[in-house]
């Protein structure tokens, strides 16, 4: 597609339960990053992946938290056992490259709302 | 440490008025800067970015910002601002030089909400 894809774009679960989201990025970019970005505030790195090399997962608030990239394609996020702290927009972007030095712009998907009841 | 401060939270304009949203950065090096807006319910749309060369960067929709090394500033303005111009607006720093960090993410302020008086 054109743009970065993120499904779903709602979702509503209980706490406890566990969620998995999805991010389709532009086609050819090396480069993807997770985000969360809570009411009122900037965002907030969760985590990145360039290439093949290990993801930087520093980011990542607990060890509920999880990502996983097939190649340079799909990923999704996944957040067990979820608590209310946790609803929040989690916005997706990739980017050609994301090596130090690099100036290539962050494409952004529209993001996925998650709301824990 | 990197950090982006945009310090207004909420700005109110009149249509047809000239805007401009502070962004100041602390950064080790030569940063990398960019504008994003983000419109109610949606992604962020890049505005423009700034890596070297002319201080002074020209965006999409009329937007343009200048880079001051020395106020470590990158404020972000337009002339005369539409009511279409309402939404969120996202100053970044990046890519993050690895003080123990991430290599590649950006680095983002609060946000700065815009609203537009008809």
């Known amino acids: 597609g054109a743009g970065v894809s993120q499904s779903p774009s709602n979702k509503v679960t209980e706490k406890g339960k566990d969620v998995e989201l999805r991010c389709d990025p532009i086609s050819g970019h090396t480069a993807l990053y997770w985000y969360r970005q809570r009411l009122g505030q900037g965002l907030e790195f969760l985590i990145y992946?360039?290439?093949?090399?290990?993801?930087?997962k520093s980011g990542l608030p607990s060890d509920r938290f999880s990502a996983e990239r097939t190649g340079e394609s799909v990923s999704t996020l996944t957040i067990q056992r979820t608590q209310q702290e946790d609803s929040a927009v989690y916005l997706c972007a990739s980017s050609l490259e994301g090596a130090l030095g690099s100036n290539q712009p962050q494409h952004f998907g529209d993001g996925t709302r998650l709301s824990i009841l | 440490a990197q950090s982006v401060t945009q310090p207004d939270i909420h700005i109110t304009v009149s249509e047809g008025a000239s805007l401009e949203l502070r962004c100041n950065y602390s950064?080790?090096?030569?940063?990398?800067l960019f504008w994003y807006v983000q419109s109610p319910g949606q992604g962020l749309q890049l505005l423009l970015k700034y890596f070297s060369g002319d201080t002074l960067v020209q965006g999409i929709k009329g937007f343009e910002a200048e880079f001051k090394r020395s106020q470590s500033s990158f404020n972000l303005r337009k002339p005369s601002v539409h009511w279409s111009d309402a939404a969120e607006y996202f100053c970044?720093?990046?890519?993050?030089?690895?003080?123990?960090?991430?290599?590649?993410?950006?680095?983002f302020g609060k946000g700065t909400k815009l609203s537009v008086k008809p």
């Open positions: 950064y080790g090096a030569t940063p990398y």
């Open positions: 992946f360039q290439g093949n090399s290990a993801p930087d």
């Open positions: 970044a720093v990046g890519p993050s030089i690895n003080y123990g960090g991430s290599q590649g993410n950006l680095i």
